[in-house]
């Protein structure tokens, strides 16, 4: 692991109960850039699976008792302590996850705007009085913390995913053991240690890491001291979760898989356009949920808009994270490299053409070149499935309820993206769109202040802004009786 200047911050153990947790078994992480090993990890398995759920149990009645500010103020402290950390925290990200430098380092920005937001937003988990059904009541409405929560969370974003999940739960009062991806555990932990630093009481926030995917989810999902559970994901682990959750009837709230649409229509800005969808699709080389999968391009400006794109795309070094300048660094996986090649040379095979890229990238085994396609359909493979890779397919259009169609048409409902000028056609599309996000004029839509979900099989739930608390707190009614004098 290279140049970490606090290495207090390379944590190899469980975080369980404030304390770190040793384990005769370990499991080795690599550096998906070059394949070394960057760590060997002590796997805590299921049994620190059950520990940590205890240890979040006993915790919680003494901080769901305390104040919101009391609870905002440490969350304020974990920020600040990210914030002073995040050089370091990149680079531990970079050479876990192998997005570039710059990126991971705004990811740590982006992870630490949640504590920040909830640190404040706890403070607001306003209750309300309503009119009672007699002259001699009223009705009274308090929000709680749900409890222990338990949340799974990616490797495409080790450090925001988590954040995004526990900033929420601790400022509404609730206990969280996390389980992250075991491609991605150092970020995890490293948080953690922040955590510690903060003076975030022990059992508070847990983190368990293991290989076992499957055993530890069950635990996390089947456990009856878990009240809520949380994941980000694909949808079919998801959909797998939710099942496993019925049996003890939790709170469940699901981030899952996407298929963006993005729209350009024939009056758009182009050259920001061109911006949008290289910021949407190109980071973290494609692999984001909410990254744009499918290009719509209205037929009058197909052509320029794809010229442009490709101009724009060959000006994209790629490479090791690490190293300077590099923008789209390597696929998480030689497996997931080969996952999206199958896709494109299926969708070659069935009449696409290969714009630019179309390749496996010369820079090592989990690279794939940036890639664009033309004449797309939307029943080929590349548009029905989410890509997960740096592949842009552009698909032609006529007009704007044509669009509509072929946009809603997919399972998935997460985030959607167009271009146009028109203000009653961003009224007009913006609200016909069957997505829970949707960017206009815009390519970058995740922030502390909005509500990220998604609708269809994309989830449920809201994470981030306002409305946040919610999927961490239960509404109770207390129904007062007998005010007559
Ligand atoms: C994800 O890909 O799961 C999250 C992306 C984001 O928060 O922007």
């Not at 309820?401 to 048409?409: H, K, M, P, R, T």
Request: with cysteine; aromatic share 8%.
């Amino acid at each position: 692991m290279e140049a970490i200047k606090h290495r207090a911050l390379l944590k190899m153990q469980s975080y369980i109960n404030g304390q770190w947790h040793a384990s005769t078994k370990q499991f080795a992480v690599h550096n998906p850039a070059n394949q070394q090993t960057i760590a060997l990890v002590d796997d805590a398995g299921i049994d620190g699976t059950v520990l940590a759920i205890e240890a979040a149990k006993s915790a919680f009645k003494a901080w769901s008792s305390k104040s919101a500010n009391e609870r905002g103020t440490l969350l304020r402290r974990w920020y600040q302590l990210m914030l002073e950390h995040q050089d370091d925290l990149a680079l531990i990200l970079t050479q876990e996850q192998g997005k570039p430098l710059a990126e991971a380092k705004g990811e740590i920005a982006y992870g630490a705007a949640f504590l920040d937001w909830f640190a404040e937003e706890g403070k607001r988990c306003y209750g309300d009085i309503i009119p009672g059904p007699a002259s001699d009541k009223r009705i009274l409405v308090i929000k709680q913390a749900v409890g222990v929560v338990a949340a799974v969370t990616p490797w495409n974003f080790p450090n925001a995913m988590i954040a995004r999940k526990a900033a929420a739960a601790l400022a509404a009062g609730c206990t969280f053991v996390v389980r992250p991806a075991q491609l991605t555990p150092l970020s995890a932990l490293a948080m953690a240690e922040l955590a510690h630093q903060a003076g975030i009481p022990a059992g508070v926030f847990n983190v368990v890491v293991g290989e076992d995917a499957r055993g530890m989810g069950k635990i996390l999902t089947e456990s009856t001291d878990v009240a809520k559970f949380t994941f980000t994901g694909s949808t079919a682990v998801g959909k797998q979760l939710i099942a496993q959750c019925a049996g003890s009837v939790k709170k469940v709230s699901m981030e899952l898989g996407g298929n963006a649409p993005f729209i350009v229509f024939d009056d758009a800005d182009i050259d920001a356009a061109v911006q949008g969808a290289l910021a949407s699709k190109y980071r973290n080389a494609g692999q984001t949920c909410v990254c744009a999968n499918r290009f719509f391009v209205q037929r009058g400006v197909y052509k320029v808009f794809a010229e442009k794109l490709a101009a724009a795309l060959a000006q994209l070094p790629v490479g090791n994270g690490l190293a300077n300048d590099v923008v789209i660094g390597p696929m998480i996986s030689e497996q997931a490299k080969n996952n999206v090649h199958e896709l494109v040379t299926d969708s070659v095979s069935a009449g696409a053409k290969i714009l630019s890229g179309g390749e496996a990238h010369h820079a090592g085994s989990h690279f794939y070149q940036p890639t664009i396609m033309t004449d797309v359909t939307n029943d080929m493979p590349i548009a029905r499935n989410e890509i997960f890779g740096p592949v842009a397919p552009l698909i032609v259009f006529d007009d704007e309820a044509e669009v509509i169609q072929l946009a809603n048409d997919t399972e998935y409902g997460l985030a959607a993206y167009f271009y146009t000028r028109d203000i009653g056609r961003v009224w007009r599309v913006g609200e016909a769109l069957e997505f829970g996000m949707v960017g206009v004029n815009e390519g970058i839509i995740s922030n502390a202040a909005a509500p990220f979900g998604g609708v269809k099989q994309s989830g449920s739930g809201r994470e981030g802004s306002q409305y946040g608390l919610d999927d961490y707190t239960e509404i109770k009614y207390l129904c007062m009786g007998g005010l007559n004098a």
